[in-house]
């Protein structure tokens, strides 16, 4: 099996091919997500909810990321691995931000990195861009921020902050970034980025005129029960599958049924 690169992605966006994204954080889901196709894993920083159970994604250090990285990698024969720069580890540091970065390429054998924001991580992007390391933006909603924002609610519903949007894409685009996630904005904004842009644009709750898409895998495979986000395709149940299983679990063990003579050496 041949492993996806950024040229393929780029190749992808010029050949009207889009492309899929799911995030992971452990060996066994990325094993399962690589051979069913996925062509882009993400070890988000989104681990820091779905993972560990955190209100929000600042808390995740970059020694957990790298554990996260590093799991999901041996996991993989095919997809490009992305991994995010958690909070604090590249923001108004370029030094620190090539440092976080070269830690996660070294010690995960990731691909490339993911940071959130546009013209004020500038020199960050540049520097990491420098070293040979690729690079993906995200832009719109930016969990990161969210004590700014104050909520997860759609992005760049106003004129002014669409167009420094926009700006912000053409920056990451002119750096050297090989792709952005657009998170939570109008589907139109999302459009004209995307034609406007040559670099593949991935979009999460940013409608369907972009060049792929990427949602976090316990939400689409319905492990998350309670998240209920427009955006959000549901593609299984596996909070029912799996309640279900542990309960007859339990009633077996409880009622002597688990293990019987057969299960027993
Ligand atoms: O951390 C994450 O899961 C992400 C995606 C939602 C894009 O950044
Ligand atoms: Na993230």
């Known amino acids: 099996i041949k492993r996806i690169t950024t040229h393929q992605l780029q190749n992808m966006k010029e050949r009207g091919e889009k492309i899929s994204m799911l995030t992971a954080y452990d060996y066994s889901m990325a094993t399962i997500l ?23 994604t600042l808390p995740i250090t970059l020694d957990q990321m ?23 580890s590249y923001q108004g ?6 440092r976080s970065t070269i ?25 990491i861009l420098s070293a040979g390391v690729p690079v993906m933006g995200h832009l719109g909603l930016t969990p990161q921020s969210i004590y700014k924002f104050g909520t ?14 926009i700006d912000d894409a053409l920056l990451l685009q002119e750096l050297g970034c090989f792709s952005i996630v657009l998170e939570k904005i109008p589907s139109e904004l999302a459009r004209r980025v995307a034609e406007k842009l040559t670099i593949p644009i ?3 709750g940013a409608g369907p005129h972009v060049d792929g898409q990427v949602l976090v895998v316990h939400d689409m495979l319905g492990i998350n029960k309670e998240f209920k986000p427009r955006f959000l395709r549901r593609y299984a149940d596996l909070h029912s599958v799996m309640t279900e299983a542990v309960q007859n679990y339990v009633h077996d063990v409880k009622n002597k049924d688990f293990p019987n003579e057969q299960e027993a050496y």
């Open 34 to 56: 690589d051979a069913a196709g996925v062509d882009v894993l993400l070890v988000g920083d989104s681990a820091s909810n779905v993972m560990a159970g955190h209100e929000t």
């Open 66 to 88: 790298i554990y996260h990285a590093s799991s999901v990698v041996r996991g993989v024969k095919r997809a490009f691995v992305v991994v995010d720069l958690p909070f604090g």
């Open 93 to 98: 540091n370029s030094s620190e931000a090539l």
């Open 103 to 127: 830690r996660i390429m070294k010690e995960s054998g990731a691909h490339g990195i993911k940071l959130e924001g546009g013209a004020e991580i500038k020199e960050s992007i540049t520097r």
């Open 152 to 165: 997860y609610s759609v992005r760049a519903k106003e004129e002014a902050e669409a167009q420094k949007l």
């Open 202 to 204: 991935i979009g999460i």
